[in-house]
Nanobody, 115 residues
């Protein structure tokens, strides 16, 4: 079973930056992708950015050019560098890992951006 642990959330002001980290532990058979979704209050969970094996990362249009997803130094880890944050980015950010077609999720980390 794979466990995901997110860190790096917090409260910032408009225009500032944050970097989220996610590290997986447990037994991973074959990682197809790893990345981030988010869920704002009253909204559905949505894709933010995903690192994908053998192809380019996928980004939501709302974050393209501001956010960057990258592999971490640990074997199963990923970062999300978030620049030029706005209040619309306020949400709980969830890490996810696709292990041979099975998705695991972290518990989430809160990001709050004030005007």
């Amino acid at each position: 079973q794979v466990q995901l642990l997110e860190s790096g959330g917090g409260s910032v002001q408009t225009g500032e930056s944050l970097r989220l980290s996610c590290v997986a532990s447990g037994s991973v058979f074959f990682m197809n992708s790893m990345g981030w979704y988010r869920q704002a209050p009253g909204q559905q969970r949505e894709l933010v950015a995903i690192w994908r094996r053998d192809t380019s990362p996928r980004y939501a249009e709302s974050v393209r050019g501001r956010f960057t997803v990258s592999r971490g130094s640990a074997q199963y880890s990923v970062y999300l560098q978030m620049n030029s944050l706005t209040p619309e980015d306020t949400a709980v950010y969830y890490c996810t890992l696709d292990d041979a077609g099975h998705a695991s999720w972290g518990r989430g980390t809160q990001v709050t951006v004030s005007p």
